[in-house]
Structure formats: C-alpha cells, structure tokens
C-alpha cells in the first residue's frame, strides 16, 4: 500500500490551482469536471501521481467556503530553507502564518503558511524532515 493523495475542498479552483503553482510551486497532474454531479477536480503535485503523493483539489460547483472543522490539521512539505522559502512565498503573494523557527520544544526549523481557503501548510527543513518535530 502507499498514499496516493489528500483531498481538499476548495471554493475556487483556479484561485488554488494558482496558489499551489505558483506560490509553492507544485504542477497541475490533470483536471476534470463532472457535469452530472456538479464538481470539478484538479490533481496537482511535484512529482507524477506514480512517484509519490499528490493533492486532490475539488471544488462542488456553487460552493465558495467550507468550515475547515477542529481535526484537519495541515499538510506538511519538505524544503531545502525554510526562511527562503518563506520570502519567496511572501513575496508571489502568499500569506506565511508562522515564521521561520525551531517547533516548540524541539530544534527542527518549521514554518507555516496558509493557502487561500485556510488550509495550514507545515514547511520542514529536508535535512530535518525524517528526524521527528520533537528534535
């Protein structure tokens, strides 16, 4: 078994296809609409849906907003600085929510960023990634 993708609800598909591109820099896999059902998905990765684990944008026609609720928690993406990748995303216009800095209780540098629906996105620095949050 392996993890193919985490589903997210969106209420504007291109608004996210645009954030995941271009503020974080993941590609569009493929996309596809069903008119029976009214919905809309966009497959968006670093890498092809073979080689690893990707995000599954659906957006329910007519819906603009969902409640994000108390159990979702974040995605969490693996970069080489974490501090320069923050300004790279500040600067394409995205909205970091928690700067560059060692988690609490531990030295592995995070960060946090949130896309334009709500979602929490967890930046780890690879070379700390594997290590746990509590190092």
């Given at each position: ?51 690893g ?15 994000l609720?108390?159990a ?21 216009g ?42």
């Amino acid at each position: 078994m392996r993890l193919l993708h985490t589903m997210l609800r969106v209420g504007d598909l291109q608004r996210s296809i645009d954030f995941y591109t271009r503020v974080l820099g993941m590609r569009v896999l493929r996309q596809s609409e069903n008119s029976e059902y009214k919905y809309s998905l966009a497959f968006i990765g670093y890498s092809d849906e073979s080689k690893g684990a990707v995000i599954e944008l659906t957006y329910n026609w007519g819906v603009s907003c969902y409640e994000l609720g108390t159990a979702y928690g974040h995605i969490a993406l693996g970069v080489d600085d974490v501090t320069s990748t923050c300004d790279r995303i500040r600067k394409a216009g995205g909205n970091v929510t928690r700067d560059p800095g060692p988690v609490k209780g531990g030295t592995t540098i995070i960060a946090f960023v949130e896309d334009p629906d709500g979602y929490k996105i967890e930046l780890i620095e690879n070379k700390q990634a594997t290590e746990g949050l509590g190092n």
